[in-house]
């Protein structure tokens, strides 16, 4: 993702925030769908997974704003036929199977597969602005202090953040 891509992601974000609190969103038919599959993508650890923190509603708010390119397809549309319509009913197993052959068609340049790209994208983008993932599973600093370059850092840390946008989705 291009900066700029991800900074017109971040004003579209700031825009639309204060609406969301007070915004009466009619229930879209994707919205389980879209939560499973955040859930899938980033799923609970230490902290709670994307589905857990509402991703699955800012994916679907970001495609309904064309986000990350998202105009002219309906991306929650395609998702559901790509994975197919009995994909929520399925084992766990199974689901995360059909996830992962998806992302290796779509990384491996498959045309075909190119939405999930935008889909992901957007899945993590709505992870890592949100409280749990800008806090909670990266490492928050506010004011990180001086640059350095030579930080040492122990296997049990975790990646650092100093951009929170404090947005709750749920």
Do not use: C
């Not at 639309?16 to 229930?27: C, E, G, H, N, R």
């Not at 902290?47 to 970001?62: D, K, P």
């Not at 986000?67 to 009913?89: N, P, Q, R």
Request: charged letters at 20%; aromatic letters at 8%; proline letters at 7%.
């Amino acid at each position: 993702m291009a900066r700029r891509e991800f900074m017109a992601g971040m004003a579209l974000l700031m825009a639309v925030a204060p609406s969301l609190a007070q915004a009466k969103i009619a229930p879209s038919p994707y919205q389980p769908l879209l939560r499973e599959v955040a859930q899938l993508v980033i799923p609970r650890s230490a902290t709670s997974g994307a589905g857990e923190v509402g991703v699955g509603a800012f994916v679907l708010l970001a495609l309904a704003h064309g986000l990350e390119g998202t105009k002219g397809v309906d991306h929650a549309a395609w998702l559901k036929s790509t994975l197919g319509a009995g994909f929520l009913a399925q084992p766990l197993p199974k689901r995360r199977a059909a996830l992962a052959a998806l992302d290796a068609r779509a990384f491996a340049g498959d045309v075909s597969a190119k939405p999930w790209l935008a889909i992901k994208r957007l899945i993590l983008l709505g992870y890592y602005t949100s409280e749990t993932g800008g806090s909670k599973e990266l490492q928050y600093v506010h004011v990180p202090g001086r640059w350095d370059p030579d930080l040492p850092l122990k296997p049990s840390d975790r990646a650092f953040s100093s951009d929170w946008s404090a947005v709750d989705f749920g």
